[in-house]
């Protein structure tokens, strides 16, 4: 349950990392599917810990993050760097609290419970640390995350800010936002 959890935390700062709403469902299945591959790996089944069956996992790890093939290598990316994150702060405060790590091959530690609340809280909080610094860094490029819904199908938009409102429809006078591309 702990490995479905972790899962869970790293779909949710990929998520942030990316910018984009986490799909829920898709992560939750991913992340338990996750935690069922590392549980076969360390008893009945390990030939999942080969380097082609983790070839084959990395086909599919970042699948639940993209909508679209192309969003995949940046998805692929916020994963590993996410993973990296949460499993660096739990293997630090492990270490700080007074667990033992066995390395073998395979991470394998006694984490205090003190430690494992820290590392859950550090990454139920980071996504919202990482989506705040993603807004800031696109409102500092004049850019804002719109909403539009047409027809009941909600795009999400990157809009162009225009500070002085400048920018006017001819016809009717009234102001106008330009967007960039479809999300």
């Known amino acids: 349950m702990d490995n479905a959890a972790f899962n869970a935390l790293v779909y949710a700062l990929a ?3 990316m910018g984009k709403r986490l799909r829920a469902l898709p992560c939750l299945v991913f992340a338990v599917a996750g935690a069922v ?20 996992l990395l086909l599919f790890v970042a699948l639940p993050l993209c909508s679209r093939l192309r969003q995949y290598p940046r998805a692929l990316g916020s994963v590993f760097v996410s993973s990296a ?8 405060l492990t270490l700080l609290l007074g667990g033992s790590v066995l390395m073998t091959g ?14 859950a809280g550090a990454g139920v909080w ?15 490029m004049g850019r804002c ?6 027809d009941g199908i909600a795009y999400r938009l990157w809009g162009l800010v225009d500070s002085g409102n400048l920018l006017t429809e001819p016809l009717s006078g009234l ?9």
Request: hydrophobic share 60%.
């Open 106 to 119: 395979t991470v394998v530690g006694t984490v205090p419970l003190r430690a494992a609340l820290l590392s």
């Open 126 to 140: 980071l996504p919202r640390l990482i989506r705040s610094l993603v807004q800031r860094r696109a409102a500092a």
């Open 37 to 56: 591959w590392a549980l076969l790996s360390l008893s009945a089944v390990p030939f999942l810990r080969s380097a082609p069956a983790k070839a084959l």
């Open 175 to 183: 102001p106008v936002i330009l967007v960039d591309g479809i999300s």
């Open 15 to 17: 998520a942030a990392f």
């Open 85 to 92: 994150l949460l499993g660096g702060t739990t293997l630090m």
């Open 145 to 150: 995350r719109l909403t539009v819904t047409v």
